[in-house]
């Protein structure tokens, strides 16, 4: 069965610090690993991975796929009240049919208190 | 680009009825469309998958006779939920695929179905 596991499920940590958010995933036909961040809405994209060992970086933020461990990390450094929110792991995948899609995990929820 | 929208934003019924809901892809031709349910703190679930003109491919355990799809044209899908009941009340959201070397999918905004 496909699935993927994110860890911590829930985590408060204080403004400037940093955090890492973990996704390990067992997935058929593996094609890219994605982030999403979701406040009250749908997820905004933060990153897709599709190669190990390449650090992908936007600001504060950057995560690393390692495709031989199955997992990928994302980092915030300096963590600000407004990246509170639920951050999703998706893994695009082909479960041996035509159609790639994409599995979630049940998301980290991240509260950075002032 | 790559900009997905959604209609009704949110929409309450009585149970019983039945509920359309919307998903545009609005500056590029989606060949495929991807929807999603998600319940109250948990993570999205992929309900089904449709390709421009073909059936839908529905994931297991999803009704594909209470949750119609229809992906009509390039850049409209419609789910409608048949004879909802308070248990089908959940955001729905929509994401199509479809920019040329591009296999990202582009979220809309959701829908937040509420059955009474």
């Known amino acids: 069965e496909d699935k993927v596991v994110q860890s911590p499920l829930s985590l408060v940590v204080h403004e400037g610090d940093t955090v890492t958010l973990n996704c390990s995933y067992e997935?058929?036909?593996?094609?890219?690993l994605l982030w999403y961040k979701q406040e009250k809405k749908a997820p905004t994209f933060l990153f897709m991975l599709?190669?190990?060992?390449i650090e992908k970086k936007s600001g504060r933020l950057s995560s690393i796929l390692d495709k031989k461990e199955l997992f990928s990390i994302l980092n915030i450094t300096a963590t600000q009240t407004g990246d509170s929110a639920i951050y999703l792991c998706a893994v695009e995948h082909n479960s041996g049919g035509s159609n790639y899609k994409l599995t979630f995990g049940k998301g980290t929820l991240l509260t950075v208190n002032p | 680009g790559a900009v997905v929208s959604q209609h009704p934003s949110r929409v309450i019924c009585k149970s019983g009825t039945s509920v359309k809901i919307e998903c545009r892809s609005l500056d590029f031709q989606a060949t495929t469309m991807f929807w999603y349910r998600q319940f109250p703190k948990q993570s999205l679930m992929l309900m089904a998958t449709s390709n421009e003109g073909s059936k839908a491919t529905y994931e297991q355990g999803v009704e594909k006779d209470k949750f119609l799809i229809n992906h009509a044209s390039l850049t409209l899908s419609t789910l409608t939920v048949t004879s909802a009941h308070p248990e089908d009340s959940s955001f729905y959201i929509c994401s199509a695929s479809g920019l040329p070397e591009s296999y990202e999918q582009y979220f809309g905004p959701g829908t937040r179905l509420t059955v009474t």
């Open positions: 997935v058929t036909n593996f094609r890219s």
């Open positions: 599709t190669s190990s060992g």
